[in-house]
C-alpha cells in the first residue's frame, strides 16, 4: 500500500493542514500541515478536464502520439474540452477513430462529482463538489462552488483550496480544520462544472426556470475567486488555471472579468498582476493595525502599510483598472464614521473601488452584521470622498452562499483517514515530512 509519504512527494502543490480549535483560540495566523495528500488523479483514467496545454501534451505524448504531432492534437483536444464542452472522446469527429480508441482507454474526460446543487430563491447556485480521490487514505477533497446570475452577467466564484490556512475571526471557512491546495485542473473544473450545469455550452441549453443572463453573452461571464481559500497560497495554481479559462480559444473569460481576492499575502501580489494580469480585490476590513491583526491575522505579517505600497505597485494599476477594497460590515467593531473617514484618507492615491459587504453571520459566529442606517451612513462619507461603494447585496442567503458562508463537510471525513494515516506512519512521520518541505 503507498504511504501517505509516496503519496505527499508526488504532489508539490498539496498543504493539507488542519489546526486545533485551542490553536485558534490562541490567536494562531496560520494553522500547521499535519497529512499530504497528492490530487487529481482519478482512478481508472485521469481526466483530462482542466489540463493546460502542456499538461494535454504530456498525456498525449504517454500514449505514443509522435512528436510532430502533438501541437495539432493539443489544439483539436483544447477545442473539444474547452470550446464546445464534450463529455465524450467520441464527439470529437475531426480526431481519428484509432486516436480517439487510444484516448478512451487511457484517459476520461468526467467533471469532478457534483454531490449537491442548491439554488436559491434568487436564483444563485451552490454546488458541493467532490474531487476524485487521490489514494486509499483519501475519500475526495470536498468544496464549494458559487454561480451568482444578473441580468448582464454571470458571476462564478471560486474556490482556490479546500478550507483556508488562514483564520480570519468573521470567517466560516477559516474555521475549517482541513486545507489542501486545489490543482489547477481542479480550479478549471469548477467552470466546467458549473458552465455543464446551466447550460452554457454552444449545443446547451440551460435547465427549465434557470436564472440566467438575457444580454446574449455567456452565462459565466466573470469569475471571482472568493470562494473557500486564500488563493495567494497557491498561486501557481492559480495562475495556471487563470490562463486555461481565460485562453481565447477555449473558455475565453476575459482577464479583466476575472478578480483575484487576497486577505494580503504581499510578498505574491506583484506576481499576480505581472503573470495573471487580473483584477485584484484586498480584503481589508480594518483601518487601524491593531483590529485588523484579530479580524485579518496575516495583517500580522504583513501589515496595512505593506499591504497598501504593493497595492500601489500593482502592476497594470490605472483608473480603468481599479483595486477593490472589500469591507466587511461588522456591528460596533469596525463600522463608525471616524473608520469610514480614515479608510478613506489611507486609500488617497490608489485607484480604488471600495465594496462594502454586510456581514453574513454564520453558525457560532462571534459578530453581528452592521444597522442598515449604519451601512448607509459609512457608505454615503466613501461616496462624498469620490468613491463609488456599492453595498454588496447577500446573494443565496437561503442557501449559506454568501461570502464566507462556505465550509464544507471534507474535514469530518477526514478525521478517520488521519487516525488510519497516523497508525501507518505515526505522527512524527508526518511533522517530520512538514519539517522536510
Ligand atoms: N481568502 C480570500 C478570498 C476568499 S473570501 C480573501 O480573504 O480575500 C472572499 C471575501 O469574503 C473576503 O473579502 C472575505 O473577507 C469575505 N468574508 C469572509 N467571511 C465573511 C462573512 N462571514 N461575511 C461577509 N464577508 C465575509
Ligand atoms: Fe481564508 Fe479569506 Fe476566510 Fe480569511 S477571509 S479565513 S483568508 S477564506
Same mark, same amino acid.
Given at each position: 500500500?503507498?504511504?501517505?509519504?509516496?503519496? %505527499?512527494?508526488?504532489?508539490?502543490? %498539496? @498543504?493539507?493542514?488542519?489546526?486545533?480549535?485551542?490553536?485558534? $483560540?490562541?490567536?494562531?495566523?496560520?494553522?500547521? $500541515?499535519?497529512?499530504?495528500?497528492?490530487?487529481?488523479?482519478?482512478?481508472?483514467?485521469?481526466?483530462?478536464?482542466?489540463?493546460?496545454?502542456?499538461?494535454?501534451?504530456?498525456?498525449?505524448?504517454?500514449?505514443?502520439? %509522435?512528436?510532430?504531432?502533438?501541437?495539432?492534437?493539443?489544439?483539436?483536444?483544447?477545442?473539444?474540452?474547452?470550446? +464546445?464542452?464534450?463529455?465524450? /472522446?467520441?464527439?470529437?469527429?475531426?480526431?481519428?477513430?484509432?486516436?480517439? @480508441?487510444?484516448?478512451? *482507454?487511457?484517459? =476520461?474526460? %468526467?467533471?469532478?462529482?457534483?454531490?449537491?446543487?442548491?439554488?436559491?430563491?434568487?436564483? =444563485?447556485?451552490?454546488?458541493?463538489?467532490?474531487?476524485?480521490?487521490?489514494?486509499?487514505?483519501?475519500?475526495?477533497?470536498?468544496?464549494?462552488?458559487?454561480?451568482?446570475?444578473?441580468?448582464?452577467?454571470?458571476?462564478?466564484?471560486?474556490?482556490?483550496?479546500?478550507?483556508? =490556512?488562514?483564520?480570519? &475571526?468573521?470567517?466560516?471557512?477559516?474555521?475549517?480544520?482541513?486545507?489542501?491546495?486545489?490543482?489547477?485542473?481542479?480550479?478549471?473544473?469548477?467552470?466546467?462544472?458549473?458552465?455543464?450545469?446551466?447550460? #452554457?455550452?454552444?449545443?446547451?441549453?440551460?435547465?427549465?426556470?434557470?436564472?440566467?443572463?438575457?444580454?446574449?453573452?455567456?452565462? !459565466?461571464?466573470?469569475?471571482?475567486?472568493?470562494?473557500?481559500?486564500?488563493?495567494?497560497?497557491?498561486?501557481? #495554481?492559480?495562475?495556471?488555471?487563470?490562463?486555461?479559462?481565460?485562453?481565447?480559444?477555449?473558455?475565453?473569460?476575459?482577464?479583466?472579468?476575472?478578480?483575484?481576492? =487576497?486577505?494580503?499575502?504581499?510578498?505574491?501580489?506583484?506576481?499576480?498582476?505581472?503573470? @495573471?494580469?487580473?483584477?485584484?480585490?484586498?480584503?481589508?476590513?480594518?483601518?487601524?493595525?491593531?483590529?485588523? #491583526?484579530?479580524? !485579518?491575522?496575516?495583517?500580522?505579517?504583513? #501589515?496595512?502599510?505593506?499591504?497598501?505600497?504593493?497595492?500601489?505597485?500593482?502592476?497594470?494599476?490605472?483608473? *480603468?483598472?481599479?483595486?477593490?477594497?472589500?469591507?466587511?460590515?461588522?456591528?460596533?467593531?469596525?463600522? &463608525?464614521? $471616524?473608520?469610514?473617514?480614515?479608510?478613506?484618507?489611507?486609500?488617497?492615491?490608489?485607484?480604488?473601488?471600495?465594496?462594502?459587504?454586510? /456581514?453574513?453571520?454564520?453558525?457560532? &459566529?462571534?459578530?453581528?452584521?452592521?444597522?442598515?442606517?449604519?451601512?448607509?451612513?459609512?457608505?454615503?462619507?466613501?461616496? +462624498?470622498?469620490?468613491? @463609488?461603494?456599492?453595498?454588496?447585496?447577500?446573494?443565496?442567503?437561503?442557501?449559506?452562499? *454568501?461570502?464566507?458562508?462556505?465550509?464544507?463537510?471534507?474535514?469530518?471525513?477526514?478525521?478517520? *483517514?488521519?487516525?488510519?494515516?497516523?497508525?501507518?506512519?505515526?505522527?512524527?512521520?508526518?511533522?517530520?515530512? +512538514?519539517?522536510?518541505?
Amino acid at each position: 500500500m503507498a504511504t501517505v509519504l509516496d503519496i %505527499a512527494k508526488r504532489n508539490p502543490n %498539496a @498543504a493539507p493542514v488542519t489546526v486545533s480549535d485551542a490553536a485558534r $483560540a490562541a490567536g494562531f495566523i496560520e494553522k500547521t $500541515a499535519e497529512l499530504n495528500v497528492a490530487a487529481g488523479a482519478a482512478p481508472g483514467g485521469a481526466s483530462l478536464v482542466g489540463l493546460t496545454r502542456d499538461q494535454l501534451k504530456d498525456s498525449l505524448a504517454a500514449i505514443g502520439v %509522435a512528436e510532430r504531432e502533438l501541437k495539432m492534437r493539443v489544439a483539436q483536444l483544447w477545442h473539444w474540452i474547452y470550446f +464546445r464542452g464534450a463529455k465524450d /472522446f467520441a464527439e470529437m469527429t475531426n480526431v481519428g477513430k484509432e486516436l480517439r @480508441a487510444k484516448l478512451a *482507454a487511457a484517459y =476520461t474526460l %468526467a467533471r469532478p462529482q457534483v454531490v449537491s446543487e442548491q439554488v436559491s430563491k434568487d436564483g =444563485t447556485r451552490k454546488w458541493l463538489i467532490r474531487m476524485p480521490s487521490t489514494g486509499p487514505l483519501d475519500k475526495g477533497a470536498e468544496i464549494e462552488c458559487v454561480y451568482i446570475p444578473e441580468v448582464d452577467r454571470g458571476t462564478l466564484c471560486v474556490s482556490s483550496q479546500v478550507g483556508c =490556512t488562514l483564520t480570519c &475571526s468573521f470567517c466560516h471557512t477559516g474555521t475549517q480544520r482541513l486545507v489542501r491546495n486545489l490543482t489547477s485542473a481542479e480550479i478549471v473544473a469548477q467552470l466546467i462544472v458549473a458552465r455543464d450545469s446551466i447550460g #452554457d455550452w454552444p449545443d446547451a441549453t440551460p435547465p427549465e426556470g434557470a436564472f440566467v443572463p438575457t444580454d446574449g453573452g455567456r452565462f !459565466v461571464s466573470n469569475i471571482v475567486f472568493m470562494g473557500m481559500g486564500e488563493p495567494l497560497y497557491n498561486i501557481g #495554481d492559480v495562475v495556471a488555471a487563470i490562463d486555461v479559462m481565460s485562453d481565447g480559444e477555449g473558455l475565453t473569460l476575459s482577464r479583466r472579468r476575472i478578480t483575484v481576492s =487576497t486577505s494580503g499575502v504581499v510578498p505574491q501580489m506583484e506576481r499576480l498582476g505581472s503573470q @495573471a494580469n487580473t483584477m485584484l480585490a484586498i480584503s481589508l476590513h480594518a483601518v487601524r493595525d491593531e483590529l485588523r #491583526d484579530e479580524l !485579518v491575522p496575516i495583517n500580522r505579517k504583513y #501589515d496595512i502599510k505593506q499591504l497598501l505600497d504593493a497595492c500601489r505597485a500593482y502592476p497594470g494599476l490605472s483608473n *480603468a483598472r481599479r483595486i477593490t477594497f472589500e469591507y466587511v460590515m461588522l456591528k460596533g467593531v469596525n463600522d &463608525s464614521d $471616524a473608520d469610514a473617514r480614515e479608510l478613506v484618507r489611507l486609500l488617497k492615491g490608489i485607484p480604488a473601488k471600495i465594496n462594502l459587504i454586510p /456581514f453574513n453571520p454564520w453558525p457560532g &459566529s462571534k459578530y453581528e452584521c452592521s444597522d442598515w442606517e449604519r451601512i448607509e451612513r459609512f457608505s454615503e462619507i466613501v461616496y +462624498r470622498a469620490g468613491y @463609488a461603494s456599492p453595498v454588496r447585496t447577500p446573494r443565496g442567503r437561503d442557501i449559506l452562499a *454568501a461570502c464566507g458562508q462556505l465550509k464544507s463537510e471534507t474535514e469530518k471525513l477526514r478525521a478517520r *483517514a488521519r487516525m488510519m494515516a497516523e497508525q501507518v506512519i505515526g505522527a512524527e512521520g508526518i511533522y517530520a515530512l +512538514r519539517d522536510g518541505e
